[in-house]
């Protein structure tokens, strides 16, 4: 337990370390692969090479130094930082590991100002964090293994099917290799994807794109300009392959309280944003709740589930679907052309602003979606993205 001296201390360091934190994190992940090459399977090296993970990582440690003595103030980083680790499969042995290059780096780093009383506080408040999450981890483990059809780790599961959704995204019917049941989980969330792609081991996150409750499990994966995984699954994957996951994860999920239901429920996606929100109006589009659906694409050509859409929107009054295209062919009939903007998203979001608005995209979709909603007045509690990134790019 930490102490109020060391609390004190953490937080007097706390600029220091956020002024050096790149830095930090630069000499902290290649001593930690260096000395420890086992976990690299655990880290994305397309987010380290672009330089994601490690600015995601000073973030939080900032965050977490500063509100040392009111962790409260961080909402709900803990659950979002405990769902990512699960979905990969993040154990206790690994947090010794990582404390250990941490520190050292912080050390190295600022030098004499690392004294042997800032180290032990810092060192105390690094335990003091580590605690809190694999508490928060275990607890997830535990549910996830007495779900319906849960398990704990990885579970091998058979590619049934694959279909074309679009130029650039597949879908990929995922069912138990052994017969076992379905999973139950909430729409929005998404599961760890092991794989072995030219003999190493890598992991990758991607969200369910089918509600609860069918025969399988459904991701549907945009094919990304070099990625290692993406390139994989579209051009070699092949039904009856085998994969490796981990159970469902995540906090990006519809809220069903009685004044949730009540409230019209806005989507906003772009690009491949749309998977987890397709699961989310596919479980809650029957129950009449006054929907909005808003999707923004290249092209018809990258524009997936549109068919399934305007099946839905011809079957559902309550359902309202808008499409926007930045650069339509020429037998296209988008609603809109261009980008998202005021003048667009402000038809559908009355002029209280009482809305649940949902969205998820590209960062500069995100970025401009998440300040028009400050703009026309929907309050910051009913906004809802998942973002793996610093929240602060997206301001």
């Known amino acids: 337990m930490l102490t109020p001296s060391q609390m004190a201390i953490v937080k007097a360091t706390a600029p220091l370390v956020g002024e050096k934190a790149g830095d930090i994190t630069a000499h902290f992940y290649p001593m930690m692969f260096a000395r420890y090459p086992q976990v690299i399977q655990l880290f994305n090296q397309t987010h380290q090479r672009k330089g994601s993970q490690p600015q995601a990582l000073a973030k ?29 499969n993040i154990q206790p042995e690994h947090y010794p590991i990582v404390g250990e290059c941490l520190l050292e780096s912080i050390a190295a780093v600022l030098g004499e100002s690392v004294t042997a009383e800032v180290a032990d506080a810092w060192s105390a408040a690094y335990k003091q964090l580590a605690d809190i999450l694999m508490s928060a981890e275990e607890h997830l483990y535990q ?30 019917y995922l069912v138990p290799a052994a017969g076992e049941q379905v999973i139950d989980f909430s729409a929005g969330q ?23 409750g069918k025969v399988g499990l459904r991701i549907s994966v945009k094919r990304e300009e070099g990625g290692l995984v993406s ?38 996606t772009g690009g491949v944003g749309i998977t987890p929100a397709i699961s989310m109006l596919n479980d809650c589009v029957h129950n009449g709740r006054p929907i909005t659906f808003i999707h923004a694409a290249v092209n018809s050509d990258h524009h997936a589930f549109d068919v399934h859409l305007k099946a839905l929107a011809k079957t559902h009054r309550n359902l309202n679907y808008y499409v926007i295209y930045e650069k339509p062919l020429e037998e296209d009939t988008p609603d809109a052309m261009g980008f998202i903007d005021r003048e667009i998203l402000s038809r559908f979001v009355p002029a209280s602003g009482d809305v649940d608005l949902y969205f998820l995209g590209p960062k500069p979709f995100m970025r401009c979606v998440k300040g028009l909603a400050a703009e026309l007045g929907i309050p910051h509690e009913q906004c809802f993205f998942e973002f793996f990134g610093p929240v602060e790019e997206l301001a």
Request: contains cysteine.
């Open 231 to 268: 390139d994989y699954l579209h051009q070699q994957a092949k039904v009856g392959d085998t994969l490796m996951l981990t159970p469902p994860a995540g906090t990006f999920t519809l809220g069903h309280s009685a004044v949730s239901q009540e409230r019209p429920l806005l989507f906003v």
């Open 60 to 88: 939080a440690l900032v965050a977490y130094a500063t509100h040392i003595d009111q962790l409260a103030a961080l909402g709900d980083a803990v659950a979002m930082i405990a769902n990512k680790h699960c979905s990969l």
């Open 190 to 212: 998404y599961i760890g994807l092991v794989i072995t792609v030219n003999g190493e081991s890598v992991r990758r996150n991607y969200s369910l794109s089918e509600a609860p």
């Open 143 to 172: 549910n996830n293994s007495l779900r319906q059809g849960g398990w704990r780790g990885e579970r091998a599961f058979r590619i049934a099917r694959i279909d074309t959704e679009s130029a650039v995204i597949k879908s990929f």
